[in-house]
């Protein structure tokens, strides 16, 4: 057997220190980390976790901005309602509160006690409740009873620039127009009141009130003055013609800032007819802005700006009307059947001969006639600050005939927005500088402190000087001669155009239906406002935009001219365009050769209805008394 032989090495414990308190120091190293990272890096979050454990959130909603003119009246509000609550657990003597509550908001007392005394963390008692209301409330010292705020939107002038200003859903955000545009702006920042409470029941700690940031103030071009006029207006044409849709914008012609903004159908802003979608979805949106149309004659000022401009005609071209125009085989006639007879550029504006504009279009050709629609505008949206706006609706350039030329020309066979037009035809009058409308003119905050500037736009040229003081002075002509006489206003230089379109219904003329219209310039360096009124559909025979539209345009220039206190000035032209008050003859059983010629006597404006040539009906009727201001229809 052999023996075994004992080890000489010896345990040394000594040798695995290092190792254990490289490890000890790891661990600890570990921890101190651990400790740094929870107390210095998510010290804040984790605080504001415990908190939550003990502390009851209340969200106090911000007040949103308001949005003001330009006068600072405002347009849209926001004021504070209340929300009460009842902790059943921390309101030691119910009947008390009960009664308390009973006493100013009318409640029954027994069914009132009955729903603060339930086994419940908290009970709503009253909701929208006032200031007044909350202060008797708290006045009581009583315990238990919380509350929130509440805000809500709320408008002044009620039916009054809806679709530019727009409306809030429920929960306080911008829908439509302005309130939608610059929501971000106007909305505010949330505070909250924070109390201490466990679950249900309120430890008797202290209440913290992080208050809320009202959101900035919108401040427009919208005059509120100016807007009352022009819904005067809108709701004289509804009652006088019965339309279908009428919409009226005043715009500052050299800056683009929109004044007014009036539109029919409509509803209080108030009281937003949420549950009918269809009414909600018409008549909230700006047809203004959003929607296309033809515009008839009034589309002639862009016309005869484009040719003056480049040369393809001159004032005093001549051109002969004999009612008609054969272009590609085909014959579009002029609105007077027969004829102007011999007349030159400047007679063919007062007159708005269609064969003139043919003419005048064509010698231009599509490609120049074209980039000039282009540096108008009219191929794209303007950029008004209104949601939903589209853009102008043309034949595409390489598909346009000579026949679909001559009838631009004119303002058929094209689609313009309301707001399109007017900015390309206040370029014709400020001297041929383009203009973006808008309806911004800063922002403050809730000191009034202004916070961002007014708008800045640098135009471009269309056309040159030249070309817009001669088409500032033919537009001037149709005011006082022509068939805007009804929109002359005495010791005024105002400047305009009528318009008549047909409306198309599947690609056929809809009989019956037109939309009549009226485009106007005050001259005037202390009221530089372009008015475009659009009556669509008017009922009967009253259709024609010299007999509908400019009567209508001359009142709203003549109320801002008082407004504005623009003063007169009489030249003694006013004698001969307006002369003495009389009694308009009967017309009826006249030829109406002579009729036209009695009423040329007389210095009348005439329409004429019908292919007959006996007068059958007139308006106004016979006796009533009239000015050389008055247009007056002939039905044959």
């Not at 000489?8 to 220190?17: D, H, M």
């Not at 809108?234 to 005043?250: E, L, T």
């Not at 009838?407 to 007017?422: D, M, S």
Request: proline share 4%; aromatic share 10%.
């Amino acid at each position: 057997m052999k023996s075994v032989k004992g080890s000489n090495r010896q345990y040394n414990p000594t040798k695995r220190l290092p190792a254990v308190i490289l490890l000890v120091v790891f661990l600890f190293a570990a921890v101190f980390a651990k400790m740094v990272a929870v107390m210095i890096f998510d010290g804040a979050h984790l605080q504001s976790k415990a908190m939550e454990q003990w502390l009851r959130d209340v969200p106090t909603d911000a007040p949103r901005g308001s949005i003001v003119d330009t006068n600072g009246k405002i347009l849209a509000a926001t004021a504070t309602r209340y929300n009460l609550y009842v902790r059943p657990n921390d309101a030691p003597d119910k009947p008390a509160v009960a009664r308390l509550l009973c006493d100013v908001f009318g409640y029954e007392y027994e069914s009132t006690l009955e729903k603060i005394s339930k086994r419940t963390s908290e009970v709503t008692v009253a909701t929208g409740a006032t200031k007044d209301e909350l202060n008797r409330v708290y006045s009581s010292g009583l315990k238990g009873i919380y509350y929130a705020e509440d805000n809500y939107r709320y408008y002044p002038y009620g039916d009054f620039m809806t679709q530019a200003l727009g409306f809030c859903s429920s929960d306080g955000f911008g829908q439509t127009g302005l309130e939608a545009y610059y929501d971000k702006y106007l909305t505010g920042v949330n505070g909250r009141i924070l109390t201490e409470s466990d679950i249900g029941r309120n430890i008797g700690g202290a209440t913290y009130y992080q208050p809320p940031v009202a959101g900035l103030t919108l401040v427009t071009t919208l005059d509120s003055g100016i807007q009352r006029i022009v819904n005067g207006a809108v709701q004289a044409a509804v009652a006088k013609f019965n339309p279908k849709a009428v919409q009226c914008i005043v715009m500052d012609y050299t800056t683009g800032g929109i004044a007014a903004l009036a539109e029919y159908p409509s509803f209080d802003l108030n009281n937003v007819p949420r549950d009918d979608l269809e009414a909600l979805f018409s008549q909230s949106k700006s047809n203004a802005v959003s929607s296309v149309y033809e515009p008839g004659s009034t589309f002639k000022i862009l016309t005869a700006a484009a040719a003056l401009d480049c040369g393809a005609v001159k004032p005093s071209d001549a051109f002969y009307c004999g009612g008609a125009k054969v272009v590609d085989n085909t014959r579009i006639r002029c609105w007077k059947a027969k004829g102007h007879g011999s007349i030159d550029f400047g007679g063919g504006v007062e007159g708005s001969c269609n064969v003139v504009f043919m003419e005048s279009a064509l010698r231009m050709g599509t490609a120049t006639f074209y980039d000039y629609l282009r540096k108008f505008g009219l191929t794209k949206k303007t950029g008004v600050d209104i949601a939903g706006e589209t853009s102008g609706i043309f034949i595409a350039e390489k598909d346009v005939k000579p026949v679909d030329l001559a009838r631009i020309g004119f303002g058929q066979a094209v689609a313009v927005t309301p707001i399109g037009l007017l900015a390309a035809a206040s370029s014709v009058i400020n001297g041929g500088m383009t203009v973006t409308p808008h309806l911004y003119s800063g922002l403050k905050d809730p000191s009034g402190k202004v916070v961002a500037g007014g708008y800045e736009y640098e135009g471009e040229r269309v056309i040159g000087v030249a070309a817009s003081e001669t088409m500032r002075s033919l537009l001037t002509r149709v005011v006082t001669a022509g068939s805007g006489k009804s929109a002359y206003v005495p010791g005024y230089s105002i400047a305009g155009k009528t318009g008549t379109a047909q409306k198309y219904s599947g690609g056929a003329i809809a009989s019956g239906k037109y939309i009549s219209s009226f485009l106007g310039f005050s001259l005037s360096a202390d009221a530089p406002y372009a008015v475009l009124l659009i009556v669509d559909e008017p009922e009967g025979y009253m259709y024609y935009g010299s007999l509908v539209a400019a009567p209508l345009v001359g009142d709203i220039f003549r109320s801002v001219f008082a407004y504005k206190a623009v003063e007169p000035r009489f030249t003694g032209e006013e004698e001969e365009i307006i002369g003495e008050p009389f009694s308009l003859p009967d017309l009826t059983g006249m030829s109406l050769s002579s009729a036209k010629t009695l009423l040329a006597k007389l210095g009348l404006y005439c329409e004429v209805d019908g292919e007959g040539g006996e007068v059958i009906v007139q308006y106004p009727s016979a006796g009533v008394t009239v000015d050389k201001r008055n247009a007056v229809l002939l039905m044959t």
